[in-house]
């Protein structure tokens, strides 16, 4: 009874999973207090190479945040690509992962069956 009323706490309302290589991924949660307020879950996680676990890293992201944190990502990012590597192809990714996806249909593997969802626990929140 009470796990199900701390996962009713914490309800996510919106996910986004971003499949970044073999062993990383990262999910964009939005997750609902039991104040009907929101917030943001950003989770990287990485299958160790030694078991068969994942590490997981967690920020929460809080509304009154968003634009400063989108901006400051934004400037981040542009002054990577503009300033520090100009020249480099940042579409590669993209494409290997392409295919890289085409390869996992052609095979028929299910990749959303690797990766467990990360859960918020209740000691994950401050309220």
Do not use: C, Q
């Not at 971003?18 to 964009?28: E, L, P």
């Not at 989108?70 to 295919?99: A, F, G, N, Q």
């Amino acid at each position: 009874m009470d796990n199900e009323r701390n996962s009713r706490r914490f309800e996510s309302v919106y996910s986004k999973k971003v499949r970044a290589g073999k062993r990383r991924t990262y999910f964009f949660d939005v997750r609902k207090t039991k104040g009907n307020d929101f917030y943001l879950t950003l989770t990287e996680s990485t299958k160790r190479f030694n078991s068969d676990g994942y590490e997981r890293h967690k920020i929460f992201l809080y509304k009154e945040d968003f634009n400063r944190f989108i901006s400051s990502l934004e400037e981040v990012i542009e002054h990577v690509k503009t300033e520090l590597m100009p020249d480099y192809d940042y579409d590669e990714y993209t494409r290997r992962h392409e295919e890289y996806e085409a390869e996992l249909a052609e095979r028929g593997d299910d990749e959303d069956g690797d990766e467990p969802r990360p859960e918020v626990e209740e000691d994950d929140m401050s309220w």
